[in-house]
């Protein structure tokens, strides 16, 4: 059971030169639901401006990331035992590519509006239709979906515990119940595990066959959490490097963003970050002395906020700086390379990550500018969700509605037609449906 195997037969043509990772970097690529990411949002709204990230911007720089911590490690442990396990560029830049397909429209928000709509059937979660994606909806195969190898599924499975295994019984998707005539999602209670979809268990079963039986049990566990849901324990070593990828572009790019829109102020940042980044200082005090005299600390706030380009030169060595930092961990309960090790980022440096993090979250994510159009999002997605559920045959577009029909009327079916949406087609789908200026046949989705 190799992990270069796919779920449905298929051989390359004998003149064709790629590799597995070079084939399936190529069908993520050219696939409907990576080009769909450019009309997802990825903290801002799409209308704000067309030079700020989407989820396409963000994926393409997370795959960037990722194939430069697979290089860094090999260049920093040559001798490791993980190091002639490492991915080769094109199936990292695969995974990095593929971490967002399952993103609904509207972010988190249209995540929590999807989860709360599938609270009766199996839940929904981002990373968990991102597999489903991959494993069923692409196109690239009769029934596999893109037909991915299974070391590349591997890396996808981000979570490897199932729904109805991570979610906390106790924790279910409800409305507030405060409001007498908003009906309004209570968005803590309706956020979703971390997790993988009980209908894809099958997919996973496949993707952690050639584990032993030990090892698949432990690599599935999760550890319960006071009041929240599980929290799935492992991940596999191409996981972890794109998971640090993801952590480095959120935590730098997206502060780049939030302070070139003028979302963060100078003290702010110097708040946040103070004691928080001493490695990162003394890395600019040895590399380029003579930039600053004595407040290395100040010259690099000052650069954070200068111009454009004096801004990207210091966003360029906070990403440098993280992925030099990145190291192996070992998980001496598993056998197998590819579960045994994994990557993290040294202990400074991910202090200083979880500081811009932070910073971005609290300052950026949940503001009330940005969460205005979140709740707006949530309140659409689940508008749409329900409008087509109350009458599919009537509101679904056809071949969707070939598909629910197929499906035995699975309400999945009109969550996968809804979570995949762009947040431009969400929204004029809901004033099609809703709006009550006079629409017409002609107005284009």
Request: net charge negative.
């Amino acid at each position: 059971m190799s992990w270069n195997a796919r779920r449905e037969g298929w051989k390359p043509q004998a003149e064709d030169a790629r590799e597995d990772g070079d084939i399936d970097y190529a069908r993520v690529i050219h696939s409907a639901s990576f080009r769909r990411l450019q009309g997802k949002t990825q903290i801002l709204n799409l209308g704000d401006s067309d030079f700020y990230r989407t989820r396409l911007t963000h994926s393409l720089e997370v795959a960037q990331i990722a194939g430069g911590l697979a290089k860094q490690l090999a260049k920093s442990f040559p001798k490791h035992p993980a190091t002639e396990h490492l991915p080769d560029r094109s199936m990292i830049q695969a995974i990095g590519c593929t971490h967002d397909l399952g993103h609904p429209p509207f972010g988190h928000g249209g995540e929590v509006a999807l989860n709360y709509c599938m609270r009766s059937h199996g839940g929904f979660e981002g990373n968990g239709q991102t597999l489903r994606i991959l494993s069923r909806l692409e196109s690239f195969s009769a029934s596999a979906g893109a037909n991915l190898s299974r070391r590349t599924l591997l890396g996808v499975l981000k979570y490897p515990v199932a729904f109805s295994q991570a979610r906390n019984p106790a924790i279910a998707p409800k409305l507030f119940s405060g409001p007498t005539t908003l009906d309004i999602i209570d968005d803590q209670a309706s956020k979703p595990p971390k997790c993988y979809l009980d209908c894809e268990r099958d997919v996973v079963d496949w993707i952690i066959n050639p584990l032993s039986e030990a090892e698949r049990e432990e690599f599935q566990a999760s550890d319960p959490k006071n009041g929240k849901h599980h929290v799935p324990r492992h991940k596999s070593l191409d996981c972890s490097i794109m998971d640090a990828a993801d952590d480095i572009a959120y935590g730098v790019h997206d502060l780049e963003d939030a302070i070139a829109l003028g979302l963060i102020d100078k003290e702010t940042l110097a708040a946040a970050l103070q004691d928080r980044c001493p490695s990162f200082l003394d890395a600019l005090k040895e590399k380029y002395p003579d930039e600053s005299a004595n407040d290395v600390f100040t010259h690099m706030v000052e650069g954070l906020f200068s111009n454009s380009g004096t801004r990207k030169r210091f966003i360029s060595r906070l990403v440098h700086h993280f992925i030099t930092a990145a190291e192996y961990e070992e998980k001496e309960v598993f056998s197998e390379p590819l579960i045994r090790y994994r990557v993290v980022l040294q202990q400074p440096q991910r202090d200083f990550l979880k500081a811009l993090k932070d910073l971005v979250a609290g300052e950026v994510i949940l503001s009330p500018s940005v969460q205005h159009l979140e709740f707006k999002g949530q309140t659409m997605v689940v508008s749409v969700f329900e409008a087509l559920q109350a009458d599919p045959k009537r509101l679904l577009p056809r071949d969707a509605y070939a598909k629910f029909t197929a499906a035995n009327d699975d309400p999945r079916i009109i969550c996968d037609h809804v979570a995949g949406m762009t947040d431009t087609y969400l929204l004029r789908t809901y004033e099609r449906l809703f709006s009550p200026r006079m629409g017409s046949v002609f107005d284009k989705l």
